[in-house]
């Protein structure tokens, strides 16, 4: 007969052990969101898996940090989904190349639809888009606004047309322009102020040479929830300078006065109101967090365990990441695996370890190939936003 | 008022011009399969997308040329789908850890649950995935077996447990051991010669170092229609040898005696039996085709065109792609695009062209690290194998 090998066999013969014992005397004080409540997946989102989600509303949902998985991409399925205004009719997607997108601020003007597109250029990346606030359940003062915990990021592959290959058509970037100012296909009710509403972003001009304009998301045409029939992929910048069902791009020689630009989106002191003084919301900062283990509170049994995760910047390659069981006293190199897909995606890595008994604070730092190394700490803002320091994403286990 | 760019205009501004006229005169030779017909999904595949794929059979699905995308990544939507068997129970993948697997011709023989597996080790790989036939359509003799066109292939991400991690922790090959012979958890009626039904295969016993016992696709769970709960993934191997909800791998001195492997899936010549002398469908070979123009006979518009498509191999890296759309009288270097994911992935080429009105045969050759160069035409063979000349892989179109 057979039998099934024994944990403890696993570890005995090659695993390696990690120290353990009264690691985090301290962890009280830590902020550990629970198992979050979740309510029933909006009908735009209809087609995600339930499980692997936590619906915060109908214009956010996060993916449990235990449903990345370890391909490197995020599916679609389990993605997160974070709307600032409802989309518009599902009806846009139907004929996605019949599309229209004005370009402005250029030699030549023009509305291009998205078969025209098609025929100027093709690109593909793989990127991180993470929401601006994704960490913002750990902020203890409890800012507005959803409170992700890690799950409002995803990797994913976006394929479109290279924003610059379209601006050369159109004879370059007209003279003085400072910015490429961004519209989303939504629409209002009469009588509302647009610049209020309208989710419309402005970005430094140059990032044009690194743009996509994308129609396809992880090889399929990008669903209205995620901003098809056509959206703006800015490699490397958080999730709202990525706008959806974008319908007009112009070069402006100021950021565009809508309220989403100048007073959201800003990093500013608690208790603060927002202003275009503040530093916007733009490209991402270093940052890891582990997806296993994943449930805050878990018990494990004692044994080898593979401790993964991911790490990512906004567009510095990343060099290393540690990992620590004893909430940050000890750090072990981890290792990378499965495909490099580039400087805005995610890096996979693990570290297989050996747990005795006892109580694991487990987190990782990720280590950008400028030196650079992500803090331990959150920055207070009152917004909750730009969340990298590896503490607050640690997760407590205990091993019996 | 602005105005949509006009086509003749985007061809003016800045693409290059390929030669054109008269250029595929013989084209009526050619094997062109038009639009297959198809029928209704099967249950084990309801997920997927029938407009993006044709249905042979139950157990044979191919993607549509067209629904391939361009973002690398081949989503299981749309991924082809081939079973020399019919599947299990859906029952298997409701607790996809309590699966087992026995492992044989090590030191120490056991059987291991996937939640066993999943402490073990970890690793992700990106890899074309085709059928053995695919191809087979295009050849004139009519093999039997699904007539697939490019379509019994996808490139995908899997990831589970290095097989040489689960080896080194069974001490390791046991002496005299020359092939790795690996069964899926199928099940047959009573009655049946199992050797005769039985989904069996053998693969030089040193593709351990490279294999991986998958249960993940693409970021989730493999559904049972991809082989979940758990896969053998040999990177480089042709579909057959991936064994689908592996339930023994075992070392042995020789290979099986199935008949999927001793007298099905060799190469041979046309009328010729099958028998254990015959190459077996091992490794890949070199291979591409375009995706973009899709469709054979398609009539397009004069003006620019993105001609896109892929290319892979067993494992050796992709050095070019060149692109011909005068049925190879004149060639022209294509440009990759996308994440370059690992020697197993399939790369994306890209060549912008402007066509003027006539009739084109357009079509890819890859060339490979090695100094390979993808071959002209077929090589006949009974079953339809193995299929990489370039000529029955064009898309013949018109221009007007």
Request: hydrophobic residues 40%.
């Amino acid at each position: 007969m057979k039998s099934t090998v024994s944990e403890v066999d696993l570890a005995r013969r090659w695993l390696v052990t990690v120290s353990a014992g009264g690691a985090v005397a301290g962890l009280a004080g830590i902020g550990v969101p629970g198992r979050a409540q979740t309510k029933s997946l909006p009908p735009v989102a209809a087609f995600k898996d339930a499980d692997a989600t936590i619906v915060h509303s109908a214009n956010g949902i996060e993916t449990r940090r235990s449903a990345f998985g370890t391909s490197g991409i995020t599916d679609v399925d389990v993605l997160f989904l974070r709307n600032n205004a409802s989309p518009p009719a599902e009806s846009i997607v139907a004929d996605p190349d019949a599309w229209r997108v004005e370009i402005d601020g250029v030699v030549s003007p023009r509305v291009l639809t998205v078969a025209e597109l098609k025929r100027i250029g093709l690109a593909s990346v793989a990127m991180v888009l993470p929401c601006s606030g994704n960490g913002r359940g750990f902020f203890p003062h409890k800012p507005s606004g959803s409170p992700w915990t890690v799950g409002a990021a995803g990797n994913t592959l976006w394929s479109g047309v290279p924003m610059r290959d379209v601006v050369r058509l159109l004879g370059g970037v007209q003279g003085g322009m400072r910015y490429m100012t961004s519209t989303g296909g939504e629409t209002f009710p009469a009588g509302i102020d647009p610049k209020t509403v309208v989710v419309e972003r402005s970005v430094p001009w140059t990032e044009m040479e690194n743009a996509i304009l994308a129609w396809e998301l992880n090889g399929r045409p990008i669903p209205l929830a995620h901003g098809g029939p056509l959206r703006l992929i800015i490699p490397g910048y958080y999730g709202v300078n990525n706008i959806k069902y974008v319908k007009r791009i112009a070069f402006t020689p100021d950021e565009t006065a809508a309220n989403i630009q100048s007073s959201s989106y800003r990093v500013r002191e608690i208790g603060q109101k927002g202003n275009p003084s503040q530093p916007s919301m733009w490209q991402m900062n270093l940052k890891s967090f582990v997806t296993h283990p994943s449930e805050n509170g878990q018990t494990l049994r004692a044994g080898p365990l593979q401790v993964h995760g991911v790490a990512f910047s906004g567009g510095t390659p990343i060099r290393a990441v540690e990992v620590s069981a004893d909430g940050g006293r000890t750090w072990h190199a981890a290792q990378f695996f499965g495909p490099d897909m580039g400087p805005y995606a995610w890096r996979q890595f693990v570290l297989p370890v050996t747990l005795q008994p006892g109580s694991y604070l487990i987190t990782s730092r990720a280590i950008g190939a400028d030196g650079s190394v992500q803090p331990e700490l959150r920055i207070e803002n009152e917004r909750g936003y730009a969340h990298n320091g590896w503490r607050d994403h640690a997760v407590a286990v205990t091993v019996t």
